[in-house]
């Protein structure tokens, strides 16, 4: 029975320790946004420091793309009214 115990807490310890190697390399530095929602768990959390409270005024948009979708959809429901 005392090895069992053994067993389970040196399992346990070993998956906290995984855990927690896990947990340090969430939000790599210069690694950007590597999966979608920026990390495995989708935490969508970037620690960038290019966008400030300082310079957040200044951006602008340089891409914008319109499906239209929503659009042709409401026209076809007002036509029925």
């Known amino acids: 029975m005392k090895l069992s115990c053994k067993l389970s807490l040196c399992i346990f310890v ?3 320790t995984v855990a927690s190697w896990a947990q340090a390399d969430t939000y790599p530095a210069e690694d950007g946004w590597p999966t979608y929602g920026g990390d495995a768990g989708g935490q969508r959390y970037s ?3 290019q966008i400030t409270r300082e310079n957040v005024s200044g951006l602008h948009p ?3 793309y319109h499906t ?3 659009e042709s959809s409401n026209r076809s ?3 029925r009214l």
């Open 77 to 79: 429901v007002s036509k």
């Open 68 to 70: 239209h979708a929503l």
């Open 62 to 64: 340089v891409l914008t």
């Open 14 to 16: 070993l998956l906290i």
């Open 47 to 49: 620690n960038a420091g």
